[in-house]
């Protein structure tokens, strides 16, 4: 079954830029779909096909996808990103949605 | 509003059943997918089951294969899940969510969630 990497953590700095990735086999040609999710709240989608994103989520969320790596790109960080992010494919070869393993954004 | 509200979870043991529904509003739900998505205490997410607008294609992680079944009923914009032979290992909160018009459409919106426990 595919499988999909994130690292476990990602912190940065008030005001910086953030790059979380999720790797897999040849997910460059895959729709990649991005969730933000707080503490004891359900997931919010900030990233759909690869770089799209839905009404309401703020310009500095984008997205790249190429290769083996897509990457969810958080600029000018701010306390409020703090949370578990989790990419998402729809491996159609097998009929099945895949997440990766999530990736907790500290913010120092 | 567009909302889904999730019910139906709780304390079951071992081997026993549980059914899951999930109410939608404020959209026009026999136009979407929808899917049933997992998450253990302290885990990450996995998604469950996804079924078709018209219910004609249901998919299902392995791991619920046979034992959960995935519906809905249109005419009452609701999803269900059927949980049966429950194991410790499903003792999750599990969200629906909502997608488009294809399987592989983004989740734009979910559920608050609803708790199951698998314990004797």
């Known amino acids: 079954s595919y499988v999909l990497t994130q690292p476990p953590s990602v912190s940065v700095a008030p005001g910086k830029t953030a790059r979380i990735t999720c790797g897999g086999n040849?997910?460059?040609?895959?729709?990649v779909h991005w969730y933000q999710q707080k503490p004891g709240q359900a997931p919010v989608l900030v990233i759909y096909?690869?770089?799209d994103r839905p009404s309401g989520i703020p310009e500095r969320f984008s997205g790249s996808n190429s290769g083996n790596t897509a990457t969810l790109t958080i600029s000018r960080v701010e306390a409020g990103d703090e949370a578990d992010y989790y990419c998402?494919?729809?491996?159609?070869?097998?009929?099945?949605?895949?997440f990766g393993g999530g990736t907790k954004l500290t913010v120092l | 509003e567009v909302q889904l509200v999730e019910s139906g979870g709780g304390l079951v043991q071992p081997g026993g059943s549980l059914r899951l529904s999930c109410a939608a509003s404020?959209?026009?739900?026999?136009?979407?997918?929808m899917s049933w998505v997992r998450q253990a205490p302290g885990k990450g997410l996995e998604w469950v089951a996804n079924?078709?607008?018209?219910?004609?294609?249901?998919y299902y992680v392995d791991s619920v294969k046979g034992r959960f079944t995935i519906s809905r009923d249109n005419a009452k914009n609701s999803l269900y899940l059927q949980m049966n032979s429950l194991r410790a290992e499903d003792t999750a909160v599990y969200y629906c969510?909502?997608?488009?018009?294809?399987?592989?459409?983004?989740?734009?919106?979910w559920g608050q969630g609803t708790m199951v426990t698998v314990s004797s």
């Open positions: 969510a909502r997608g488009y018009s294809y399987p592989h459409d983004a989740f734009d919106i």
């Open positions: 404020g959209f026009t739900f026999s136009s979407y997918w």
């Open positions: 079924i078709k607008q018209d219910g004609s294609e249901k």
């Open positions: 040849n997910i460059g040609s895959k729709s």
């Open positions: 096909y690869d770089s």
């Open positions: 998402q494919v729809w491996d159609s070869s097998s009929d099945y949605w895949v």
